[in-house]
């Protein structure tokens, strides 16, 4: 079992920066595929970004790359997405989530736990 924590998010105006760090619990953290998906009210969950357990492999949503980093720190446990030059578009529910795989999806329903999620909300 693998719990997931995100905490980061907050209220910034547009062109800001946020970072987002998601804690796992579990010793195996090293081994599982990390990603971001976010949903924004009345629309549907998407995909931000993914990174693979040894950093090897990196994706991004199209919407998102050049201005997000995704990174990982496996002896802390620990995932992050670094968000910059905001925009009100960026404006959702952002959820950490884990796949107990070696290889990197983009799609929702491969990843095995969710985090509960961080609001992030971008002013104009």
């Known amino acids: 079992q693998v719990q997931l924590v995100e905490s980061g998010g907050g209220l910034v105006q547009a062109g800001g920066s946020l970072r987002l760090s998601c804690a796992a619990s579990?010793?195996?953290?090293?081994?599982?595929?990390m990603g971001w998906f976010r949903q924004a009210p009345g629309k549907e969950r998407e995909f931000v970004a993914a990174?693979?357990?040894?950093?090897?492999?990196?994706y991004y949503a199209d919407s998102v790359k050049g201005r997000f980093t995704i990174s990982r720190d496996n002896s802390k446990n620990t995932v992050y997405l670094q968000m910059n030059s905001l925009k009100p578009e960026d404006t959702a529910v952002y959820s950490c989530?884990?796949?107990?795989?070696?290889?990197?999806?983009?799609?929702?329903?491969?990843?095995?736990?969710w985090g509960q999620g961080t609001q992030v909300t971008v002013s104009s």
């Open positions: 989530v884990a796949d107990n795989s070696r290889s990197l999806t983009t799609t929702l329903q491969e990843y095995d736990y």
């Open positions: 579990g010793r195996v953290f090293r081994n599982y595929a």
């Open positions: 990174i693979s357990w040894n950093s090897g492999n990196i």
